[in-house]
């Protein structure tokens, strides 16, 4: 775990705390309108499509295509020095929101755009792990 | 009525604030008038030497006692809207002359490296920056969509930085002057694929200053007045991974207004300014800015047709990728260039004739745009 002590550790907040948590136990949480059935993440206190307060956590299937992808070079700081050349990606999930994260599990020449990825879990310290994505 | 520039590039002479106030001086003496006659005064945040009240003080350190007093808090499209704050404040009676003073020291005042790694903290804490993605990463990501979706190519976003350089190449001021082909930014270090080291934009020291009053009363100071005809802002994130679009951008938005308020389009335009942090953002805004239909701004940039004696000359002097790009003013040099422009002051890169030139900013990741239209003669 102590490889990724000097990268950016996200810090849970009041409103990302569930999904920092479900990370904790490899689940992959975003928030579902209770009202209208909207998926969304990031984490928000109110639907950003009916403005709606019963937003409520669930648990994502993990499954995700590629919607895009670069392959890093030069690392950001020193801290993602060891890791380089890495891939930084946008996933459109299943449910429907994108989010950014890393693509593992084949080398950075083999992702595609629209290519089927999975979650998987990188745990770097006791309370926080990242989700990543490997091809599905 | 006024618009001057600092040396750009490297200056280990002069410190941040210094390039502030040395960039106001310039714009003051272009204009003709006194430090007292400023009762406006906008600044953009420095990141090399950061104060939290940051125009106000700038005014103390000029001894200067303005009505209206703002700092912008962020670059690229929120800077270059500080021109309609301005311009409001004057049509409203708030104030009479403007200065619109920018510059930061990210080279000799920051260090390139921490300015890199600074940047990045554009990023969310939580839900970003864990990926470790470096700037070019968030704009390579946008450049990898627009290639899948239309066919878009290397060799076509290698031509903005050619025509950039080109261009820089006839401006003595600019930070980088060595002329380079398309097969020199193919075989540059790749940082971010696609994007190469030839695609990603500077990293500078430098300032920029404007002097704006009303129409009425520009017509009694020192130079042709160059007039604000139009302007127009659009929002559509802050995150990349919140997005709307990849390929798709808030410049749209910004130009039908900004078009609209001018009553001109995109035909009326003789050269355009447009933020180039990274080559392909140059070809999504062409295409957002009604210069081409969507997807078509890889072929719009090909055989020359952005360069000077092209049908519509880009970044006369250089832009963020040759001229210099010191951050959070990047878009100021755009403004004081389409001023020189269409004063016709440009010497060797003088576009023939420029009567209208578009200026346009972006922030964030493709997040927040305002567009500008300039002209020498009111519409």
Same mark, same amino acid.
């Given at each position: 775990?102590?490889?990724?002590? !000097?990268? #950016?550790?996200? *810090?849970?907040?009041?409103?990302?705390? @569930? /999904?920092?948590?479900?990370?904790?136990?490899? &689940?992959?949480?975003?928030?579902?309108?209770?009202?209208?059935?909207?998926?969304?993440?990031?984490?928000?206190?109110?639907?950003?499509?009916?403005?709606?307060?019963?937003?409520?956590?669930?648990?994502?299937?993990?499954?995700?295509?590629?919607?895009?992808?670069?392959?890093? !070079?030069? #690392?950001?700081? *020193?801290?993602?020095?060891?890791?380089? @050349? /890495?891939?930084?990606?946008?996933?459109?999930? &299943?449910?429907?929101?994108?989010?950014?994260?890393?693509?593992?599990?084949?080398?950075?020449?083999?992702?595609?755009?629209?290519?089927?990825?999975?979650?998987?879990?990188?745990?770097?310290?006791?309370?926080?792990?990242?989700?990543?994505?490997?091809?599905? | 009525?006024?618009?001057?520039?600092?040396?750009?590039?490297?200056?280990?002479?002069?410190s941040a604030t210094q390039l502030y106030v040395?960039?106001?001086?310039?714009?003051?003496?272009?204009?003709?008038?006194?430090?007292?006659?400023?009762?406006?005064?906008?600044t953009c945040a420095s990141w090399a030497e950061p104060y939290i009240y940051h125009a106000e003080m700038i005014a103390e350190y000029?001894?200067?006692?303005?009505?209206?007093?703002i700092g912008a808090p962020a670059g690229?499209?929120t800077t270059?809207?500080?021109?309609?704050?301005?311009?409001?404040?004057?049509?409203?009676?708030?104030?009479?002359?403007?200065?619109?003073t920018m510059a930061d020291s990210q080279?000799s005042g920051l260090s390139?490296?921490k300015a890199?790694e600074a940047m990045?903290t554009a990023?969310?804490?939580?839900?970003?920056?864990?990926?470790?993605?470096?700037?070019?990463?968030?704009?390579?990501?946008?450049?990898?969509?627009?290639?899948?979706?239309?066919?878009?190519?290397?060799?076509?976003?290698?031509?903005?930085?050619?025509?950039?350089?080109?261009?820089?190449?006839?401006?003595?001021?600019?930070?980088?002057?060595?002329?380079?082909?398309?097969?020199?930014?193919?075989?540059?270090?790749?940082?971010?694929?696609?994007?190469?080291?030839?695609?990603?934009?500077?990293?500078?020291d430098?300032g920029?200053?404007?002097?704006?009053?009303?129409?009425?009363?520009?017509?009694?100071?020192?130079?042709?007045?160059?007039?604000?005809?139009?302007?127009?802002?659009?929002?559509?994130?802050?995150?990349?991974?919140?997005?709307?679009?990849?390929?798709?951008?808030?410049?749209?938005?910004?130009?039908?207004?900004?078009?609209?308020?001018?009553?001109?389009?995109?035909?009326?335009?003789?050269?355009?300014?447009?933020?180039?942090?990274?080559?392909?953002?140059?070809?999504?805004?062409?295409?957002?800015?009604?210069?081409?239909?969507?997807?078509?701004?890889?072929?719009?940039?090909?055989?020359?047709?952005?360069?000077?004696?092209?049908?519509?000359?880009?970044?006369?002097?250089?832009?963020?990728?040759?001229?210099?790009?010191p951050g959070h003013p990047?878009?100021?040099?755009?403004?004081?260039?389409?001023?020189?422009?269409?004063?016709?002051?440009?010497?060797?890169?003088?576009?023939?004739?420029?009567?209208?030139?578009?200026?346009?900013?972006?922030?964030?990741?493709?997040?927040?745009?305002?567009?500008?239209?300039?002209?020498?003669?009111?519409?």
């Open positions: 775990m102590t490889a990724h002590i !000097r990268k #950016p550790l996200p *810090a849970p907040t009041l409103e990302t705390r @569930p /999904y920092w948590d479900g990370c904790k136990l490899h &689940e992959l949480r975003i928030q579902r309108c209770a009202a209208c059935g909207h998926f969304q993440f990031f984490p928000r206190i109110y639907c950003t499509r009916c403005f709606g307060d019963r937003v409520e956590w669930i648990t994502a299937s993990g499954r995700a295509t590629v919607l895009s992808f670069t392959i890093v !070079r030069r #690392p950001v700081s *020193a801290a993602f020095a060891d890791d380089v @050349p /890495y891939v930084v990606a946008l996933v459109s999930m &299943e449910e429907g929101p994108t989010m950014m994260t890393s693509i593992t599990g084949c080398a950075p020449e083999q992702v595609r755009i629209g290519m089927p990825v999975a979650v998987t879990f990188e745990d770097w310290t006791e309370d926080i792990s990242i989700p990543k994505f490997r091809p599905a | 009525m006024g618009a001057a520039d600092t040396e750009v590039g490297i200056v280990p002479h002069l040395k960039a106001a001086k310039l714009a003051l003496e272009d204009a003709g008038i006194t430090k007292d006659q400023v009762d406006g005064l906008i000029m001894q200067i006692f303005p009505r209206y007093c690229g499209g270059l809207a500080m021109l309609h704050h301005a311009a409001s404040a004057i049509v409203t009676g708030m104030c009479n002359t403007v200065l619109i080279v390139r490296d890199i990045s990023g969310h804490p939580q839900f970003e920056r864990p990926y470790g993605p470096p700037i070019p990463a968030f704009y390579a990501l946008i450049a990898r969509a627009h290639q899948h979706a239309y066919g878009t190519t290397a060799e076509q976003r290698a031509a903005v930085a050619v025509a950039c350089r080109k261009h820089a190449s006839l401006n003595p001021a600019a930070q980088m002057r060595t002329p380079i082909t398309i097969d020199d930014v193919l075989s540059s270090r790749m940082i971010c694929d696609p994007l190469h080291l030839l695609d990603c934009s500077l990293v500078s430098g920029a200053a404007i002097v704006m009053t009303s129409a009425e009363r520009a017509r009694d100071f020192r130079m042709p007045p160059v007039y604000l005809l139009g302007t127009g802002e659009g929002h559509s994130h802050e995150h990349i991974s919140q997005a709307v679009s990849l390929t798709a951008s808030a410049a749209r938005e910004a130009g039908e207004r900004a078009y609209a308020m001018a009553g001109l389009g995109p035909g009326d335009v003789d050269l355009a300014e447009l933020y180039d942090c990274f080559t392909p953002v140059v070809i999504i805004e062409l295409e957002d800015l009604g210069f081409c239909p969507k997807g078509e701004g890889g072929r719009f940039v090909e055989g020359g047709r952005i360069e000077l004696g092209g049908e519509l000359p880009v970044n006369t002097h250089g832009g963020l990728l040759s001229h210099c790009h990047g878009s100021m040099f755009s403004i004081t260039e389409a001023v020189r422009q269409l004063r016709g002051e440009c010497g060797t890169r003088q576009v023939a004739g420029a009567g209208i030139a578009l200026v346009h900013g972006q922030g964030g990741i493709m997040s927040t745009h305002c567009a500008a239209i300039f002209g020498n003669r009111q519409v």
